[in-house]
């Protein structure tokens, strides 16, 4: 216990699935948790169960895409904490379908909340890190980011992007000798909601919905469904001391399924 005790933490998209999982799983370890999202009652939700648990945590209500929303968030959690020293990127959705058949406005929302949205968090947080005596920034990419699929070619841009947006980061972060260190997770088949909110643009005829533990039984090694805890254990590991030698590099959990 007490892995990242007393450090402050941002992570977006925290009303629910991995964002929850992060922001419950840093809090379980000591880290004061702001949790953003624009689900306001599910991100209140997600701040009651930490601190039912003893845990310390505040919603803010958080457009990622919109720069002087970043802008205020981290004003608001130094004035209020004191610093920053956790950044976990997880705001995202999944837009599938044709390329050739794809709306421009589907392109440009998925990449403005997907990519725009972890450039401008790394924008502003850097400097509150470097003043708060440096930090973690983990961008949540995903399988989708280091092997293509049909249909999903748009949010192969978007994940593909934050993972070499993440290597590009790091290395300018080392060569100006600022003490924060940024790595990307890659999630492979994870229970979230997000399976039964992709457009149905890519669902079989007769499909209604993704079922992502059949798709973990017939495409996943291990044949078994991941859990946002899973993905909270590898964010804290990278969000912890214990990984004080680790930048620029990813750590995919995926239960086999990249390999």
């Keep these: 216990m007490g892995r990242v005790e007393g450090k402050v933490a941002i992570v977006t998209g925290g009303a629910s699935g991995i964002g929850r999982g992060c922001a419950e799983r840093l809090a379980e370890e ?31 209500c958080h457009d990622v895409t919109d720069e002087a929303a970043w802008k205020a968030v981290v004003e608001q959690v130094v004035a209020r904490h004191g610093g920053l020293n956790i950044l976990v990127n997880n705001a995202g959705i999944g837009i599938g379908g044709s390329i050739v058949e794809m709306p421009l406005s589907e392109w440009q929302r998925q990449q403005a909340i997907n990519l725009d949205g972890v450039f401008l968090g790394v924008k502003h947080c850097i400097p509150a890190m470097c003043d708060s005596g440096g930090g973690s920034i983990i961008n949540m990419s995903s399988v989708a980011g280091l092997k293509g699929a049909a249909n999903l070619a748009a949010y192969n841009a978007t994940k593909g992007g934050v993972r070499l947006f993440t290597k590009g980061v790091a290395l300018e972060c080392a060569q100006q000798r600022w003490p924060i260190r940024v790595n990307s997770v890659h999630p492979g088949i994870i229970d979230t909601p997000i399976w039964s909110s992709i457009n149905s643009a890519i669902l079989a005829d007769g499909e209604e919905a993704l079922d992502p533990q059949a798709m973990a039984e017939m495409g996943v090694p291990t044949g078994k469904l991941g859990y946002p805890r899973d993905i909270a254990n590898g964010v804290l590991f990278l969000a912890s001391d214990d990984s004080s030698y680790v930048t620029g590099t990813e750590l995919v959990i995926d239960g086999g399924l990249s390999a």
């Design 30 to 60: 000591g880290a004061i948790v702001v949790v953003t999202d624009v689900q306001e009652d599910l991100g209140k939700e997600t701040v009651e169960r930490i601190v039912a648990s003893a845990g310390k945590a505040e919603f803010l």
